[in-house]
């Protein structure tokens, strides 16, 4: 069953605390993405990797951090210097010049 | 679930009618287009593209039409069906720019009235 996992689908978190979000993919992509969706809002780019042990920042890559060790994973860190964490997050991975393919999204909470 | 929809544009349409659902796209030298599909609380899902040497796409039920002249994108639905009723957004890409470059629009929500 090839596609895009995010886990786990509700987090909640308390102020001041650090939580990483899991992303996977089995598609042999080498581009992954994090976007963070708002309501009523577009998705914004916080991170993306287009190759194992390299990524960049993307619009609003402030209070989050990232790791790339593998190709499959993808993991975003939520810091404790993020301060509006509450939000959906999405993971999206391709290759070349495919299309961006999202994962089923991690619904964040800050308690 | 997520509320996506929120403060969206809406569009309602009985079941059975065709679906038009527009985008206005910011870049004019923007090359490749894309409409994805949000159902609550999932993930957006790719529905069709199209590149812009094209007006027009078709797929399965749904069509593509590409007016670069007024920068407008549409994503046309036919029969449109309850399973339909979703976010829709389109996202472009700079001419040149990669497939890590997509710019996003906000959506607009299709209501599908049984």
């Known amino acids: ?45 916080i991170y993306y990797s287009q190759i194992v042990n390299d990524f960049q920042k ?6 989050y951090s990232v790791s790339r060790e593998k190709k499959e994973s993808f993991p975003l860190t ?22 961006q393919y999202f994962g089923p999204g991690t619904r964040l909470t800050v308690l | ?30 090359d490749y287009f894309i409409w994805y599909k949000q159902e609550s609380g999932k993930g957006p899902q790719f529905i069709i593209d199209i590149r812009s040497n094209m007006d027009k796409r078709q797929g399965q039920r749904v069509t593509v039409l590409l007016n670069k002249t007024v ?12 399973g339909d009723s979703a976010v829709y957004f389109c996202a472009e890409i700079p001419y040149g720019g990669a497939t890590n470059k997509l710019i ?11």
């Open chain 1, 1 to 45: 069953d090839g596609g895009i996992t995010q886990s786990p689908k509700y987090l909640f978190r308390k102020e001041g605390q650090n939580v990483t979000l899991s992303c996977e993919q089995n598609l042999n992509h080498d581009a992954m993405y994090w976007y963070r969706q708002d309501p009523g809002q577009g998705l914004r780019l």
């Open chain 1, 58 to 63: 993307g619009d609003i890559a402030e209070g």
């Open chain 1, 78 to 99: 939520v810091t404790s210097a993020q301060k509006n964490p509450t939000a959906f997050y999405l993971c999206a991975s391709n290759s070349g010049t495919d299309t």
């Open chain 2, 1 to 30: 679930g997520e509320s996506v929809g929120l403060h969206l544009p809406t569009l309602s349409v009985q079941e059975g009618d065709n679906s038009i659902i527009n985008c206005a796209y910011s870049n004019s030298a923007s």
């Open chain 2, 71 to 82: 920068k407008h994108l549409s994503l046309q639905i036919a029969a449109t069906q309850p």
């Open chain 2, 104 to 114: 996003f629009g906000t959506g607009t929500l299709l209501a599908v009235q049984p």
